[in-house]
Structure formats: C-alpha cells, structure tokens
C-alpha cells in the first residue's frame, strides 16, 4: 500500500488540500509519469472518503485557494 502525503491536511475533517507547482512550466505535476501518480493519489484518497481541493500558484497568489480551503472548513465543522 501507498503512503501518500498532502500538501495540507485537516485529518478529523477528511479534507485535503493540494498545491499542484509548476502548471506552466512542463513540471512534473503536467508531465506523464507525475500527472498519472497524482491520478492515482486523488483516487485513492476518494475512494477512502478524503475531499481533495486542488490548487495552482495564481489560484495560491490570489487567495482563492485561501478563501476556498475556509468555505470548505466551516462547510465541514458546521455539518
């Protein structure tokens, strides 16, 4: 079995979050071998009952992965 690692995670919550670098630049998350190995990262991760929000730097830089990550939180602690 596979030990993956998140980039954030909020274990109790089942809430991931992932930092997806180098979009742009042919790195090794848009490359062949890495983008298959994040496939199968996510899957997994579904299939144990984990949400996995998924992020680029713009989305980092911006705050819209900050924004989202509480929306997603308060979703969370308030169910």
């Not at 995670?9 to 998350?29: D, I, N, Q, S, Y």
């Not at 996510?42 to 144990?48: G, M």
């Amino acid at each position: 079995e596979r030990a993956w690692r998140f980039d954030f995670a909020w274990p109790e919550l089942m809430l991931a979050a992932e930092v997806e670098g180098a979009t742009f630049k042919r790195g090794r998350h848009t490359r062949g071998k890495g983008f298959r190995a994040d496939c199968e990262k996510y899957n997994a991760a579904a299939l144990a009952g984990w949400t996995v929000l998924r992020f680029d730097a713009f989305m980092v830089r911006r705050g819209v992965a900050l924004r989202t990550i509480e929306a997603a939180l308060a979703a969370r602690s308030a169910a």
